[in-house]
């Protein structure tokens, strides 16, 4: 989708309090170490130098924020957070880090929706569903949530199926989608959700009145300018 290709940097934080104040959706990348979000928003993007960007010395363990919208006109903000779960890390990092991304998730104004990275080959871990309860009175009011189930090319058909209806009890409200960055599978599906997420349909409450289309006759709206693609 052209939508998520206008992805570009904007900046990088090691605290909350270092993010700039944002005024569109923001939208949050979650997951384990080596669950595939650095593969998964490339993919999405088409663009290697994003997750580049997440990978550069002292930047492993900041929120990197990347703005979506044609030149000059930003109209969400991806968030990509450093992967939890990961061995090779000590515990007091483990520790700091944790504190830094749950109060990114309880407290981040604008936040919009989460999604949550998972290798359907290892399930929902422990720390996913730590995550989980974090995030779920934020959930129930309002904030989206969805878990992309990545690798999918990994399992077959009938694995995908089991995996999916699975995670799916657990998901708590949220959607749950497969996705293959090899096989460019559910990348059309999840950017479209994405989309949505950042661009609400108004209520029909906020609708001018109607009244007004019985008495004139219909005009074609010239080709909008805000179509996803
Ligand atoms: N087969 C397959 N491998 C994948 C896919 N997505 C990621 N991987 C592999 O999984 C590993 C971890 O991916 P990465 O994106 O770095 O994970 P991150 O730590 O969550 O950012 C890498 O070896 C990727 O090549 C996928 O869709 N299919
Ligand atoms: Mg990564």
Known sequence: MGWMHTARFLT????????????????????????GKSTCINTLTQQKQLAFASKKPGRTQHINLFSLGKQGVMDAVLADLPGY?????SRSDKVRWQQVMVNYLVSRPGLTGIVLLCDPRLGLTELDEALLEVVRPRV?????????????????????????????LHAGGGE???????????????????????????PLAEEPPAAADSSSPAQPSPTSESEPN
């Open 12 to 35: 990088t934080a090691a605290q909350l309090h270092h993010l700039p104040p944002i005024d569109v959706p923001e939208i949050a990348f979650v997951g384990r170490s080596n669950a």
């Open 85 to 89: 779960g990961y061995a090779a890390v």
């Open 140 to 168: 129930e009011e309002g904030l989206k949530f969805l878990i992309v189930l990545t690798k999918a090319d990994k399992l077959t058909r009938a694995e995908q199926a089991k995996v999916l209806s699975i995670t799916r």
């Open 176 to 202: 749950v989608k497969m996705f293959s960055a090899l096989k460019k599978q559910g990348v059309d599906e999840v950017a479209q959700l994405l989309w949505q997420w950042a661009h609400p349909v108004k």
